[in-house]
């Protein structure tokens, strides 16, 4: 089993930045990779970005250059550093980890104001 609490969402303003964070609990050593998921109201959960336990990363092609997502193995925590944000960025932000299942966590609130 393995838990996982987001935070550091909030309000912003367009152009500006916010980091999430992520923080993992129970059976961390099972991990295959991490990821960071959003979903907008009225659209599907789309895949943000991705990265593995050796650092290997992915983005989506609308967050690519904008987006940086990072992980702390010490402190078993992901983040994702938001910059440049843009209104159509606004969504819940769920941290999801890969196991031999998903594991999700409740999701955090981004607004970004126009």
């Keep these: 089993q393995v838990q996982l609490v987001e935070s550091g969402g909030g309000l ?7 980091r999430l964070s992520c923080a ?9 990779h991490m990821a960071w998921y959003r979903q907008a109201p009225g659209k ?20 690519k250059g904008r987006f940086t997502i990072s ?8 983040y994702l550093q938001m910059n440049s944000l843009k209104p159509e960025d606004t969504a819940v932000y769920y941290c ?7 594991y999700w966590g ?7 104001s126009s």
């Design 12 to 18: 912003v303003q367009a152009g500006g930045s916010l």
């Design 24 to 32: 993992a609990s129970g059976n961390i050593f099972s991990i295959n």
């Design 44 to 63: 599907q959960r789309e895949l943000v970005a991705i990265i593995t336990s050796g650092s290997i990363t992915n983005y989506a092609e609308s967050v």
């Design 71 to 78: 992980r702390d193995n010490a402190k078993n925590t992901v």
């Design 96 to 102: 999801n980890a890969l196991t031999t299942i998903h």
């Design 106 to 112: 409740q999701g955090t609130q981004v607004t970004v």
